[in-house]
């Protein structure tokens, strides 16, 4: 099918998608809903593959039921723990996992895991069963969810990794990426591009190692002796990330990254940051001279609320700034916020807690 045989579709069945979508009640969202139906619809005459029609189908249903799975706890912060399956109980890296979970649990975060063995399992016990979720993946030689989550039932089961991924990265305010093999630093990895490229939101990134380890300290090593040379990164791109071995210094990376900092969003070319505090004129003026070279020209300058914004009903109780940032660098907007999470008038910092014992 061509596509202006695929044009001819959409407006063929346009009364007849909107007469099933009245008849199944779908008000809300009607025209996204709408368009999915329709582009199911052209593959079915597009002479598609069987097997790709069977990817297609297989990762829409999976994708909906991870979304039922998470929608209760949309308005939870939620952190995702990456990890290797095969650790053992007995590693120090398990019980790093448990502790910045069971941390994390007791602030009200959620933690997001693949609901597998090893690290998975330990970020479970150490959240407890309340507190996690899974996004589990279905191989033929490991991996079924492990006992905590599926005692819960907070648990949907992936055939394909790339539907899995998304879940574990699209709902999470911050990562832990415990030591682990070619899963762990995919998952990285991905993070990494992610926010270097700016296709997702800036969130903490830490690398949890166990007392005294040197694993990432090593892929650091790599990528300054390696990686910046070549000049395939940027020698600030693993400034992102934060390296530890202290479940204590993890814990107030994550939680501290939004200390000051609660969302953004881009207007046309503008990019407004939503604050939890008012900052000073001097701050502001501050932060304009110190990040100029980010900017495609002007200030940064406080504003209220703009007209999209409150269309949408968007985040308008927070103060906010507004700048002409250059997507060109959106992978520095990290110095940034860190930069406004520092500011004097931002919110004290909550002093860490004990973390939960593994049961």
């Known amino acids: 099918m061509s596509p202006s045989s695929a044009s001819t579709l959409d407006g063929d069945v346009t009364d007849a998608v909107r007469a099933l ?18 582009t199911g619809l052209g593959m079915g005459v597009d002479d598609t593959d069987r097997l790709d029609l069977k990817i297609a189908s297989a990762a829409l249903a999976e994708m909906r039921s991870a979304f039922a799975l998470f929608a209760p706890y949309r ?3 939620k952190v995702t723990i990456f990890g290797s399956a095969r650790t053992r109980p007995h590693d120090p890296l398990y019980r790093a996992a448990a502790d910045i979970a069971g941390a994390l649990a007791q602030r009200g975060w959620m933690v997001v895991t693949g609901a597998g063995p090893g690290i998975m399992q330990a970020a479970a016990e150490g959240a407890g069963p309340d507190h996690s979720l899974g996004v589990s993946i279905r191989l033929p030689f490991e991996e079924k969810p492990n006992a905590v989550i599926a005692e819960a039932d907070r648990v949907v089961a992936m055939k394909y990794f790339f539907t899995r991924k998304l879940m574990l990265v699209k709902e999470s305010r911050g990562f832990v990426c415990v030591p682990g093999g070619f899963g762990t630093l995919d998952e990285l990895f991905e993070l990494l591009t992610l926010q270097q490229t700016g296709k997702a939101e800036p969130t903490p990134i830490v690398l949890l190692d166990a007392p005294g380890g040197t694993f990432w300290q090593g892929l650091k090593r790599f990528a300054t002796d390696h990686l910046i040379p070549s000049g395939v990164i940027s020698p600030d791109d693993l400034d992102r990330v934060y390296v530890t071995d202290s479940v204590e210094a993890a814990e107030a990376e994550i ?3 939004w200390r000051n900092y609660d969302s953004l969003r881009w207007i046309g070319s503008r990019l407004v940051l939503r604050l939890c505090a008012e900052p000073t004129d001097a701050e502001v003026a501050d932060l304009s001279e110190r990040f100029s070279h980010l900017l495609t020209g002007g200030r940064i300058q406080r504003t209220a609320p703009l007209r999209r914004e409150r269309q949408d009903d968007d985040r308008l109780e927070l103060p906010r700034l507004l700048l002409d940032f250059d997507r060109h660098r959106i992978g520095e907007l990290h110095h940034l916020i860190r930069a406004i999470n520092a500011l004097p008038s931002a919110p004290a910092a909550t002093p860490p807690t004990e973390p939960h014992a593994v049961p």
Do not use: Q
């Not at 009640?25 to 368009?35: E, F, H, I, N, Q």
């Open 75 to 77: 308005g939870t912060p």
């Open 21 to 38: 979508l009245t008849e199944a009640g779908v008000t809300d969202d009607a025209d996204l809903v709408a368009r999915i139906l329709v």
């Open 255 to 257: 939680t501290g990254f």
